[in-house]
DNA sequence: CGATTTTTTGAATCATATCAACGTACGTGG
DNA sequence: CCACGTACGTTGATATGATTCAAAAAATCG
């Protein structure tokens, strides 16, 4: 059940049988349909989850009501409004699934046993967050200097499959440009490759 | 010598005087004056630095030659390229002073060291990563979000001495704007403000 | 004080947003 | 399984906001 999740941990962890016992008894399985709602804003975020299978998008919606995609999660991914989750305070981001998914929830309860537990989980943590820290930063500055073609290639090149499996708008929302405007850089990109 | 740096630490723990002692034997002081660099990109980043007195910022140089400030760090602040620091790859960005400053270093070692001798500064560098990951998230969403002016008058919001301490064409850089545009958007506020 | 850097202003240009219309794909219930 | 309605993607015309380039004014530094 939570074999993608300690293939996770795993990377750089080792956990010990008795470990793995205790997240099993500690962490809950959620499952989502597609268009269902892991966090909606207004809401307090309880848990962080794992995404086991499945894919989720976290989006915050602006006073023109335009939803602006920050993240996406595919399986092996972690997603929460972390803000919210150590602050308790109401989350202005929404978290729903673009498929059928399956998350593994910690809680914050058991959150804090499970890094206390086991020193290994939070040192995991650590290097997460950390992680999670330079690649935004990576991102927020490909915002800054690449041209909006650029970040289209450079998303494609990241991640192959993301045309097939997330609708094009929503890439567009990710880019931080309109539908209009990404699919007019996507015909001259068709039009170039055809050139050579 | 460490005050404000023990200062710093102090916020959610607490250091005996045997474990202050070890930070004083593992940091280095350093001096830069105004325009003195910290890190120029092609360098591996030795060392994180904690900014004792003064203020650097962190740039990097797109293809065009444009400075793009990614960070400003005034005292109480961490500053390196963690990024760098970590991989041990050659850095992309440069870090330079924008007054004179002094720094409190720990290089690799002395990090590494730290963090297992003193549990406490695990656990803080634990915090201080989360809390850049989010504060980060929210600039992201703030960019995405925010107006030209708006995104200004936030910044001034939040830092309300920095027009003071930083030159204008420095805080557009970090706005993702012109210096003309910030110029023109400011001369705007400053009628709307006399209009009142 | 003169020299250099920074900020301001103006005019032309460019990239993206916006609005509107059309074509296409999709999945849902009859 | 087909038909219909809703979503999604494309295309065109126009508007808007920021950039670019150039030059003057203001501030800062040695």
Known sequence: MLDTF?????????????????????VTIKKLRKHQYFLQEGEICKSVAFVSKGMLRCYIVDEKNNERIIQFAPEGWFI???????????????????????????N???HVYLETAVPEFFKFNYAQYRGAYIALQKRLIDMFT??????????????????Q??????????????PET????RKKLSVKKTDA
Do not use: C
């Open 6 to 26: 300690f293939n996770k941990l795993s990377k750089g962890t080792t956990l010990t049988e008795a470990e793995k016992a205790l997240f099993t008894q500690h």
């Open 80 to 106: 929460s409004d972390i803000s919210s989750f150590i602050t308790e305070d109401r989350s202005n981001l929404n978290i729903d699934a673009l498929e059928d998914t399956e998350l593994i929830l910690i």
């Open 108 to 110: 914050k309860a058991a």
């Open 146 to 163: 690449l041209s909006t073609e650029e970040k289209y290639t450079k998303l494609l090149s990241i991640y192959p499959d993301i045309m």
């Open 165 to 178: 499996r997330v609708p094009q708008h929503m890439i567009a929302s990710y880019l931080g440009l309109t």
């Open 182 to 185: 990404l699919s007019r850089v």
